[in-house]
């Protein structure tokens, strides 16, 4: 399989954000991965989770929503992290960069969403509407976005671990309010960040799962 990999950069309002772009060969989809903080394009699970979806040939885009600077600010004051409008607009200015390119413009979107990144996720798929194929939330907040996720209309998979008890609770309370396809995944055994053995890959497959179901 021929795969292109490349290092992306894209213009949001008066910032820089940084990718990386795959695209396998005849992909009809593309995930972008979203993240609240500490978590960015060079994480070695958004990677895991990333390849194994080129695998079942889906494109993905690994960036970071955060600039440098804001990274090292959030790591000390946690500003930035629970900034759900901030994270919105950053992700809107990557979506559209994303339908405007030619080599990416004709294919399905899904949105990758952990921890709060899940709730930016969800937040712009109720106002892109149907120009967002597919959500899928591991480990995410969203009941972050509460306020909006009766406007979603693309399929959404919420991926919790099951030792994550306080995070279960506020998932079940979100998927109440989605309109559409839904379901809620529980991970058995699995904490927060899926560090378990096996934890991960599970969460991969079910991704892959919902992503290859609904972008193709």
């Not at 772009?21 to 394009?41: K, N, Q, Y």
């Not at 597919?134 to 919420?158: E, K």
């Not at 306080?166 to 699995?190: C, H, M």
């Given at each position: 399989?021929?795969?292109?990999?490349?290092?992306?950069?894209?213009?949001?309002?008066?910032?820089?954000?940084?990718?990386?772009?795959?695209?396998?060969?005849?992909?009809?989809?593309?995930?972008?991965?979203?993240?609240?903080?500490?978590?960015?394009?060079?994480?070695?699970?958004?990677?895991?989770?990333?390849?194994?979806?080129?695998?079942?040939?889906?494109?993905?885009?690994?960036?970071?929503?955060?600039?440098?600077?804001?990274?090292?600010?959030?790591?000390?004051?946690?500003?930035?992290?629970?900034?759900i409008v901030l994270l919105t607009d950053r992700l809107k200015s990557v979506t559209d960069?994303?339908?405007?390119?030619?080599?990416?413009?004709?294919?399905?979107?899904?949105?990758?969403g952990a921890s709060t990144g899940a709730a930016a996720a969800l937040a712009v798929a109720?106002?892109?509407?149907?120009?967002?194929?597919?959500?899928?939330?591991?480990?995410?907040?969203?009941?972050?976005?509460?306020?909006?996720?009766?406007?979603?209309?693309?399929?959404?998979?919420?991926?919790?671990?099951?030792?994550?008890?306080?995070?279960?609770?506020?998932?079940?309370?979100?998927?109440?309010?989605?309109?559409?396809?839904?379901?809620?995944?529980?991970?058995?055994?699995?904490?927060?960040?899926?560090?378990?053995?096996?934890?991960?890959?599970?969460?991969?497959?079910?991704?892959?799962?919902?992503?290859?179901?609904?972008?193709?």
């Amino acid at each position: 399989m021929v795969i292109l990999k490349k290092e992306v950069t894209i213009k949001c309002q008066d910032q820089t954000l940084h990718g990386i772009l795959t695209m396998p060969e005849l992909s009809s989809g593309i995930v972008l991965f979203v993240h609240g903080s500490g978590s960015g394009r060079h994480s070695p699970r958004n990677q895991f989770v990333a390849d194994f979806l080129v695998e079942k040939k889906l494109s993905t885009l690994l960036f970071d929503l955060l600039t440098e600077d804001e990274e090292k600010e959030d790591s000390i004051t946690g500003e930035y992290r629970f900034d759900i409008v901030l994270l919105t607009d950053r992700l809107k200015s990557v979506t559209d960069w994303v339908r405007s390119e030619p080599e990416l413009s004709g294919k399905k979107i899904g949105y990758f969403g952990a921890s709060t990144g899940a709730a930016a996720a969800l937040a712009v798929a109720a106002l892109l509407k149907d120009k967002v194929a597919a959500v899928v939330s591991r480990g995410g907040r969203p009941d972050l976005a509460l306020d909006v996720l009766s406007d979603v209309q693309a399929p959404v998979l919420l991926i919790v671990g099951g030792n994550d008890t306080q995070v279960i609770s506020l998932n079940e309370v979100a998927y109440e309010e989605l309109p559409g396809v839904k379901k809620i995944d529980i991970v058995p055994g699995a904490t927060h960040l899926f560090e378990e053995p096996g934890a991960l890959k599970t969460v991969a497959e079910l991704a892959a799962a919902w992503f290859t179901k609904y972008l193709s």
